[in-house]
């Protein structure tokens, strides 16, 4: 145990300044450790990468999973540099095989989405076609299924003759009988969509994810993107997770840059060039566009903020 721990200290000394610690809090430090399956380690890289990142601040699932990559890299380069930080696809085990190779991938999209809005109604759907926004979604949340139907066909009228791209969130049956560009799912949304359906309806499909242990998961699906949050606080939304922060995201946009990528959560206009700037080609916002004076002007301004 002690050379596990040895080693996990000095992947924890090698990366403690490189924002992709994020610091536990204090009420968890008073819970026990997440424990780590001792003997599903492979090997000790596989323990001490996963026992570095529980003390980097990752979660459990996370932890896991970087634990593993940790192993693959060692092996791969033939020794253990606690310096270097696990960012190829081959080091998660990702698919190895390109879109255009895979039956099961879901429809292309444009790799980089450019400004995506989240909108909370067909209205706020229209605005944004009027703003010539390039990608947003129709995120209208709501019990009752008539209201849904009538959202989701103005929303595609909406874009209907212009160049912006409609995502529908969560309703996918729905989303197929109108005829939308594509629909957006989030890890629990997938498990009880019909996936073979979206995919067979030629509809494009975006997943959330919020770690390591999302990404590589959604990966096994082949998503037309894959969106990755929360970058920073929001308090739109109750996130089963903290931020991510810059360093995470930049990690991530490195390890899938083969995919089209999508940054979401607590993105405004002093942040988002930061955020492009990890190389995701869509930026995903909501307040910093329904909360802005000026939503129309907000659309151009974030647009050249991201490009500058
Ligand atoms: C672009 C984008 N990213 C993430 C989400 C969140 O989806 P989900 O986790 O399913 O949560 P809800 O939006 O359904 O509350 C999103 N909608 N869009
Ligand atoms: C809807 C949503 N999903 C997120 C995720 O991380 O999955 S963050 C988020 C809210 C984004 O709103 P704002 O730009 O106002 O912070
Ligand atoms: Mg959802």
């Given at each position: 145990m002690s050379l596990i721990r040895d080693l996990a200290d000095q992947i924890v000394a090698a990366h403690r300044n490189n924002d992709l610690c994020i610091p536990i809090p204090v009420f968890s430090l008073n819970t026990p450790p997440p424990q780590i399956d001792n003997e599903a380690a492979v090997d000790h890289y596989e323990l001490a990468g996963?026992?570095?990142?529980?003390?980097?601040?990752?979660?459990?699932?996370?932890?896991k999973t970087l634990g593993k990559a940790w192993s693959r890299m060692t092996l791969q380069d033939g020794g253990f540099n606690p310096f270097k930080w696990p960012n190829r696809p081959e080091h998660f085990d990702?698919?190895?095989?390109?879109?255009n190779m895979n039956p099961n991938a879901f429809k292309e999209c444009p790799k980089r989405l450019g400004l995506y809005g989240v909108m909370p109604?067909?209205?706020?759907?229209?605005?944004?076609?009027?703003?010539?926004i390039p990608t947003v979604q129709l995120r209208f949340k709501s019990e009752d299924k008539s209201k849904i139907r009538k959202q989701i066909k103005e929303s595609v009228a909406a874009v209907k003759d212009s160049k912006t791209l409609l995502f529908i969130?969560?309703?996918?049956?729905?989303?197929?009988?109108?005829?939308?560009?594509?629909?957006?799912?989030?890890q629990e949304d997938m498990?009880?969509?019909?996936?073979?359906?979206?995919r067979a309806a030629g509809l494009r499909l975006g997943l959330s994810t919020h770690g390591y242990a999302e990404l590589t998961y959604a990966d096994r699906?082949?998503?037309?993107?894959?969106?990755?949050?929360?970058?920073?606080?929001t308090n739109l939304k109750k996130m089963p997770t903290a931020p991510q922060g810059l360093g995470r995201l930049y990690q991530y946009a490195k390890l899938m840059s083969h995919y089209p990528l999508v940054a979401i959560g607590g993105i405004d206009q002093d942040s988002i060039h930061a955020v492009a700037k990890s190389g995701v080609g869509s930026v995903a916002v909501v307040r910093a566009i329904t909360q802005a004076k000026d939503p129309k002007a907000a659309v151009k301004h974030l647009q050249e903020l991201m490009q500058a």
């Open positions: 996963a026992l570095a990142a529980i003390e980097m601040g990752f979660i459990e699932s996370d932890a990702l698919l190895p095989w390109t879109r109604d067909a209205d706020w759907v229209k605005r944004m076609v009027d703003a010539e969130n969560d309703y996918w049956q729905e989303a197929i009988d109108a005829g939308a560009y594509g629909v957006h799912l989030g498990e009880v969509a019909d996936l073979d359906e979206i699906f082949c998503p037309s993107y894959i969106a990755m949050g929360a970058v920073f606080p």
